[in-house]
């Protein structure tokens, strides 16, 4: 099986037109700035069930949008996929793993992956790493996505 993930972009949302079958793409994602209250933090620290060692999970919900191709005349047509969430340090965050299909008859398939919450270790640059199992060989990185995150500290005004 050969595939080529021809594009790939983080997005807010997207749409589909319904007669024209075209994607539009709104508010994509290269910098994300959040607000954590340091009381709030204060708090979680001070929890005896917390574990310094994880995350912090945000609100915040994203969609991973692809457009891929089969390049090959394999019937199957399917498209093993992993996508990691690494943190500025490589850590990863988040993981995705799944086989996508595409329809008899079609060459391409385009994938609207919903991504709820973001996993938070510092500010930095964290890379969406998008790997796909080619020619029976184990996964490989086709593609990554940087993404800036900025963690702004703020105390409550007294």
């Known amino acids: 099986m050969s595939f080529k993930?021809?594009?790939?972009?983080?997005?807010?949302?997207?749409?589909i037109d319904n007669s024209t079958n075209n994607i539009s793409l709104f508010k994509v994602l290269e910098e994300?700035?959040?607000?954590?209250?340091?009381?709030?933090?204060?708090?979680?620290?001070?929890?005896?069930?917390?574990?310094?060692?994880?995350?912090?999970?945000?609100?915040?919900?994203?969609?991973?949008?692809?457009?891929?191709k089969n390049e090959s005349d394999d019937e199957s047509k399917e498209l093993p996929m992993k996508i990691f969430l690494k943190d500025p340090d490589g850590t990863v965050m988040q993981e995705i793993n799944n086989?996508?299909?595409?329809?008899?008859?079609?060459?391409?398939?385009?994938?609207?992956?919903?991504?709820?919450?973001?996993?938070?270790?510092?500010?930095?640059?964290?890379?969406?790493?998008i790997m796909s199992k080619q020619h029976n060989t184990?996964?490989?990185?086709?593609?990554?996505?940087?993404?800036?995150?900025n963690i702004n500290l703020k105390r409550n005004k007294e």
């Open 99 to 129: 086989v996508f299909k595409f329809q008899k008859g079609k060459d391409r398939l385009r994938l609207v992956l919903n991504i709820n919450g973001f996993a938070l270790t510092k500010s930095g640059y964290y890379t969406y790493s």
């Open 32 to 68: 994300l700035n959040t607000d954590i209250n340091m009381e709030e933090l204060d708090k979680l620290k001070n929890d005896p069930n917390f574990d310094h060692a994880k995350p912090i999970f945000i609100p915040f919900n994203s969609q991973l949008v692809m457009l891929w």
């Open 138 to 149: 184990d996964f490989e990185e086709v593609f990554s996505i940087p993404i800036k995150v």
């Open 5 to 15: 993930l021809i594009w790939a972009v983080l997005c807010q949302e997207s749409s």
